[in-house]
């Protein structure tokens, strides 16, 4: 029973239009929400969180939503860049267990030029 | 430079053959676990540690040990591997449990 759902295995998007990556979760005791991105033979490294106590969190073209109510949250890239191209994992985490990250699966991203 | 850093990169062994996968940082984190990788699954916690000595099971333990003497290492074990471990390892390190977490670059294990 996966408690938190990327539903879109892959993703394709124009260079310079909007990538929109999408998360759904089902744990409502979850408090804070982040986005990781991987590159081939790399490590997942950080990209931009959220408290659920907030509903929206900009950095730079990056940008999360979250929508308690849905229990969905999405991370939009604005304009995209063929560096964009990897898998974004979005995870989820909340104190009461002891912060531990449950992660999606991962949407690959594709950037064409 | 600061980094997590993860040992092998690549193993292939052979069923009930003890291993360790090393992981170490360098950026004093207290925070340091263990991941592994499987298609369309997302990441799975193995075992986590709060600090030296401290260690707790994820969500995966079964098969695995893992130990924490010193701050900077967190060793994993496996005692008997299985094929069903077959898998991409991942170490990861942070300040505390709600920090942004930093990993080392995976160790892609094999077990025939």
């Known amino acids: 029973d996966q408690q938190v759902k990327q539903n879109s295995p892959s993703l394709s998007v124009q260079e310079g239009r909007i990538s929109i990556l999408n998360c759904d979760y089902t744990n409502s005791m979850f408090d804070y929400f982040l986005w990781y991105k991987k590159y081939p033979a790399e490590g997942p490294t950080f990209l931009i969180s959220?408290?659920?106590i907030k509903d929206k969190n900009e950095d730079g073209r990056f940008t999360v939503f979250l929508n308690k109510s849905a229990k969905h949250l999405s991370l939009h890239i604005v304009p995209s860049q063929p560096g964009d191209s990897a898998v974004y994992f979005c995870?989820?985490?909340?104190?009461?267990?002891?912060?531990?990250?449950?992660w999606g699966a991962g949407t690959k991203l594709i950037i064409k030029p | 430079e600061a980094q997590v850093t993860q040992n092998p990169r690549y193993l292939i062994t052979v069923t009930g053959k003890k291993l360790t996968v090393t992981c170490s940082q360098n950026?004093?984190?207290?925070?340091m676990s263990w991941y592994r990788q499987d298609p369309g699954l997302g990441l799975r916690q193995i075992y986590y540690?709060?600090?030296?000595?401290?260690?707790d099971k994820g969500d995966v333990p079964e098969g695995y040990k893992v130990s924490r003497k010193e701050k900077r290492n967190f060793p994993l074990i496996l005692e008997s591997p299985s094929p069903n471990q077959t898998s991409l390892y991942f170490c990861?390190?942070?300040?505390?449990?709600?920090?942004?977490?930093?990993f080392g670059q995976g160790t892609r294990l094999t077990v025939v």
């Open positions: 990861a390190s942070s300040l505390t449990a709600n920090t942004e977490a930093f």
């Open positions: 995870a989820a985490q909340n104190m009461d267990s002891n912060y531990q990250l449950i």
């Open positions: 959220i408290s659920s």
């Open positions: 950026m004093n984190h207290e925070y």
């Open positions: 540690s709060m600090n030296v000595e401290v260690t």
